[in-house]
């Protein structure tokens, strides 16, 4: 990985700054630069799941291209994102569309626990709650 630092890196791969000014970028891929980034400010989630989200960002950009990152909302919810340069004809965005989809149903659970993990670590909002009311929207 290169010298730049997170804020600079957060800022590449979700493109337009002041649009995503308040969403947290967890990782991501870029067609364009071969790279993929993870953010180290969430450095203590397992190993497992980092494994995974690095597989499924390189995967994405393999099938469709451009920028994919997954991120947060200001609120704590997993959020999925995909760009492309101007004039791209290779890049699928009805591919895209549809591959998000299909990651969000096959990643659900991965995703509440990244969701609750947020909620917890950076929005001190109490665990136990979050858990209780996770347990309320499966029944």
């Not at 909302?73 to 290779?90: A, C, F, I, N, R």
Request: aromatic share 10%.
């Amino acid at each position: 990985m290169d010298n730049r630092n997170n804020e600079e890196m957060n800022q590449e791969m979700t493109g337009n700054v002041d649009a995503d000014r308040f969403r947290v970028v967890l990782c991501g891929a870029n067609a364009y630069e071969k790279k993929y980034y993870f953010n180290n400010k969430f450095d203590k989630i397992p190993e497992n799941i980092k494994e995974e989200l690095h597989i499924i960002c390189v995967l994405f950009t393999e099938e469709v291209g451009g920028i994919f990152t997954i991120g947060f909302t200001p609120y704590g919810d997993v959020e999925m994102d995909t760009q492309h340069e101007e004039g791209d004809l290779l890049y699928d965005d009805i591919g895209a569309e549809l591959l998000m989809k299909e990651i969000r149903r096959k990643k659900a659970e991965m995703f509440r626990a990244l969701s609750i993990y947020f909620k917890v670590t950076f929005l001190h909002q109490d665990a136990a709650e979050l858990l209780e009311q996770d347990d309320e929207e499966e029944e």
